[in-house]
């Protein structure tokens, strides 16, 4: 594959701030051959979209390039003028990005957005863009591929759409396929099929593709080479064997560990003895039913049920994870229990006794006792505040810290954090999203919970960081005997973690047990689905996956892509019944 | 970009541009007038300087003198602490009343919002100088008058803007967080939401303030405002208004003080909004 003449070629390229400052990325090389995957790693802030984007002669507005050669074939993208880009975008180099649901317009037909770049540059007459994006629907396992087009995106789920978004990348055979994160917007069960189907198109091929992502796992399923970027400088490249067997530098075999962070073969997550059996339960949902839109009259549920008669119970010093993909009602669950959404039916108590639905009726020391932590670092945190009145306001409100006390104080949760007590007089725009997370979880502790939930604590962060804030929860646990629920959507992220799992789907538990028992011995096919799908940080998983998911559920190897989710409503049913 | 990212984007430091300055500039200066006022006059407001109406400027009344024979400058000075301090009362009454029920709706919602909005739908659909003139017309003006209702019939408009900018930042997780903790609305409005939106708000206090001092002008004009011996700035236009057949400056000064005004105020909400882009630009 090398020997051919590189496609992409990018000569000691430094993009920085126009107004000055630190270059985002700093004299970086690299060559992409025809039928070549090569891989950009690195966390955010590491310059691997601006890289990426710099392939296409993009460059975000308020950066300028400063140096450097960006070669497209013979065409040199530096020096081409915007008419010259127009031309060649969508046709010879194109753009599959991370968010397929933000990226379509909801008022046009799939066909008519997929055939675009057709339309757009005069390629071709329609029928023939059309007969070409349903080949390219059937070659990406997409179902009814002679109709499915006729579809509106909203009619189609997040995996499809984010098939048509690669559909709409290769239509026109390009050059370069420039993916920004495509699949890390997507459940690890939809993740599969999307990878695998892209793996296949572009294999096939002469294109070449840039595959930008800061999940190595991922990465090494469909890369050749690999490049590790971070703060704009190039630590390392190789081939993926290379790069998986033998890291050369620190933080490539830091980025390593984190994606091994789980092993399926080892049993994970050794019993502890504090999670003694025996304790009374601190938290526990009963039959919790909620949802969405006005009740019917009949039943008393609510029009959509985004929880069904879910129950849970959490001890002292205990993780417990609740598991489930978007849409399974995990996080409504997390809401009704910190009583920001009242349950249509069943109750909440907390040792023993029956929470109030709603918090504007629980008790202070109700509501201090049960804390929650959002997903989104960023929006959870005033940005207007410093981080010292975030924490005082928690301190102040359930009268935890007399204010003579309170610097101190906020120094201490701030060290329980691990965070410098000179980070009181931050903003929140002036830390990391890692840092951010810890504030959270600092405004939490400040409180003095018994019960803290973690809702998707570590989704929006990167692989590295994340693993930092799990192992923070960790010792949280043990040294404050908190009783903690572990929201994620991610197996890989808890199985380190939880003591006891519990899996939802469609608002219902599907699956519980002790976690490294529910891990090697799942019994219900939505669990074994779930643990199919963790990609694992090895060359070939992909391959193996799609094969044991063919063989999980006969019917989805038939089907094609056959909405996976009504197979295993399928399976569900026969299993009540 | 949204709204919400607009009004959480932090704001720029240091007068960045000329149109900042200059329009700073005047409104500082015409601030400090109306404040210094009594000291500044050269003579009482309201003593006859000259047994001329509408004489030409001289050393003792640098503005020529009005309809009655006083000195304009000093009334004009006299004038600005009227029109400025009124107009800023009204804007902010308006600010606190429209603003307050603004934010409340925005973290209420339900009933609350629906029954406020409804009142607000209502009170902007009625043409706010004819209110000025039915009210005045009931209850007579004075001064106090005059600040009240301006401040009711703007502050309807500040309800509006004031629960949109809310809206978009009551559904922000850092507000979820402090609903979890089972904080009251009033630490949601001003603890919270507040320091989020206080640039947009500020601008409209700006460009609201400019309405205002047109909209008591106005009433001042056609004699329903500020009533003789004292008077506005609308309200010396219309004393002054015959020296415009005689040839005279006299209505043109005032008239020129209330546009200075106006414009500046304007100009700072250009401004502000350029800076504020220049900035979101450097984040990015």
Same mark, same amino acid.
Not at chain 1, 298 to 309: E, F, L, N
């Given at each position: 594959m090398q020997a051919a003449a590189p496609i992409l070629a990018i000569d000691r390229l430094v993009v920085a701030p126009a107004a000055g400052g630190? +270059?985002?990325?700093?004299g970086i090389s690299l060559a992409v051959s025809p039928g070549e995957v090569l891989a950009l790693i690195g966390e955010? %802030? /590491? %310059?691997k979209t601006t890289l990426a984007l710099a392939a296409l002669g993009y460059v975000r507005p308020g950066l300028a390039v400063r140096s450097g050669r960006i070669r497209l074939g013979a065409t040199d993208l530096l020096g081409a003028g915007e008419a010259k880009l127009q031309d060649l975008r969508g046709r010879r180099a194109t753009y599959i990005a991370q968010s397929a649901a933000a990226s379509f317009?909801?008022?046009?037909?799939l066909d008519a957005q997929v055939t675009e770049p057709a339309r757009v540059h005069r390629l071709r007459p329609l029928a023939e863009a059309l007969a070409k994006a349903r080949l390219l629907y059937r070659r990406l396992d997409l179902p009814e591929p002679e109709r499915i %087009?006729?579809?509106?995106?909203?009619?189609?789920s997040g995996g499809q759409l984010q098939r048509f978004m690669i559909a709409m990348g290769l239509i026109e055979g390009p050059q370069l396929v420039v993916c920004d994160e495509?699949?890390?917007? *997507?459940d690890v069960t939809t993740q599969v099929e999307v990878l695998k189907a892209f793996k296949a198109v572009i294999r096939d091929g002469s294109t070449a593709g840039l595959f930008v992502s800061h999940d190595l796992a991922v990465v090494a399923q469909l890369a050749d080479r690999i490049i590790v970027l971070r703060r704009g400088a190039l630590v390392e490249q190789g081939t993926t064997e290379a790069i998986l067997a033998a890291p050369q530098e620190p933080y490539t075999r830091e980025l390593i560990a984190a994606c091994r962070?789980?092993?399926?073969?080892r049993p994970a997550s050794p019993p502890r003895v504090?999670?003694?059996?025996?304790a009374p339960a601190r938290l526990e949902v009963v039959d919790v039913t909620a949802g969405f839109g006005p009740r019917e009259p009949?039943?008393?549920? +609510?029009?959509?049920?985004?929880?069904?008669?879910a129950a849970l119970a959490v001890r002292p010093r205990e993780v417990v994870a609740i598991i489930g993909e978007s849409g399974s009602g995990k996080s409504t669950l997390a809401q009704v229990i910190a009583g920001l959404h009242p349950a249509a039916a069943g109750e909440i108590r907390l040792d023993g006794a029956a929470l109030a639905p709603a918090v504007a009726r629980r008790s202070l020391d109700q509501r201090r006792r049960v804390q929650i932590v959002f997903q989104m670092a960023d929006t959870a945190l005033? !940005?207007?505040?410093?981080v010292g009145r975030i924490i005082g306001r928690a301190l102040a409100f359930f009268g935890r810290a007399p204010r003579a006390r309170r610097p101190a104080r906020i120094a201490e949760l701030l060290a329980l954090v691990r965070?410098?007590? /000179?980070?009181?007089?931050?903003? !929140? %725009?002036? *830390? /990391?999203g890692g840092e951010k997370q810890r504030v959270n979880l600092a405004r939490a502790l400040a409180a003095e919970p018994d019960v803290l939930i973690c809702d998707e604590?570590? /989704?929006?962060?990167?692989t590295v960081v994340a693993a930092a804030i799990v192992r923070l929860v960790e010792d949280l646990r043990d040294r404050l005997g908190l009783a903690v629920l572990f929201i994620s959507h991610d197996l890989a992220t808890v199985a380190t973690l939880a003591d006891r799992v519990v899996v939802m789907r469609r608002g219902k538990i599907v699956e519980r047990g002790p976690t490294g028992e529910l891990l090697a011995r799942p019994t219900h096919p939505y669990t074994r689905l779930l643990l199919a799908s963790?990609?694992?940080?090895?060359?070939g998983w992909l391959e193996e996956a799609a094969g044991r998911r063919a063989a999980l559920l006969p019917e989805f190897a038939e089907t094609g892509a056959a909405p996976v989710a009504d197979v295993d409503r399928g399976r569900e049913d026969a299993h009540a019944g | 970009m949204s709204a919400a990212n607009e009004a959480l984007s932090p704001p720029a430091r240091g007068p960045r541009n000329a149109l900042f300055a200059v329009a700073a500039g005047v409104l500082v200066a015409w601030a400090l007038i109306a404040v210094l006022a009594p000291l500044l006059?050269?003579?009482?407001?309201?003593?006859?300087?000259?047994?001329?109406?509408?004489?030409?400027?001289?050393?003792?009344a640098w503005l020529g003198t009005d309809y009655?024979?006083?000195d304009l400058f000093s009334r004009l000075i006299a004038g600005a602490r009227i029109s400025l301090f009124m107009a800023f009362l009204a804007t902010l009454l308006a600010h606190l009343l429209g603003g307050t029920l603004g934010l409340m709706a925005a973290v209420r919602g339900g009933l609350f919002d629906a029954a406020v909005s409804r009142i607000v739908d209502i009170a902007l659909s009625l043409p706010k100088i004819i209110v000025g003139l039915v009210v005045v017309a009931a209850i007579g003006t004075s001064m106090t008058v005059l600040v009240i209702v301006a401040g009711l019939v703007y502050a309807a408009g500040v309800f509006r803007i004031a629960r949109a900018l809310g809206a978009d930042v009551a559904v922000m997780d850092f507000i979820r967080a402090a609903r979890a903790r089972g904080e009251g609305a009033a630490w949601l409005i001003f603890g919270e939401i507040l320091p989020n939106i206080i640039m947009p708000l500020a601008a409209d206090f700006a460009i609201r303030m400019s309405f205002a001092i047109l909209f008591m002008s106005s009433l001042s004009f056609i004699g329903l405002g500020v009533q003789p011996p004292r008077a506005d700035w609308g309200g010396l236009v219309r004393e002054n208004l015959s020296a415009l057949s005689a040839g005279s400056w006299a209505p043109i000064f005032p008239a020129l003080a209330i546009a200075s005004v106006a414009i500046a105020l304007n100009l700072l909400v250009d401004a502000i909004g350029d800076r504020r882009q220049l900035a979101r630009i450097r984040d990015e």
């Open positions: 630190a +270059p985002v990325v700093d955010s %802030g /590491s %310059g317009n909801p008022a046009l037909r %087009g006729q579809r509106f995106p909203h009619e189609v495509p699949t890390s917007a *997507l962070r789980w092993d399926r073969r504090a999670a003694c059996a025996a009949m039943t008393g549920r +609510p029009t959509i049920t985004a929880v069904d008669a005033n !940005p207007r505040h410093r965070l410098p007590a /000179s980070y009181a007089e931050r903003r !929140p %725009g002036e *830390l /990391s604590i570590t /989704s929006a962060l990167d963790v990609p694992e940080l090895r060359i | 006059v050269p003579h009482d407001p309201t003593d006859f300087v000259s047994d001329d109406p509408f004489a030409a400027p001289s050393r003792i009655l024979g006083r």
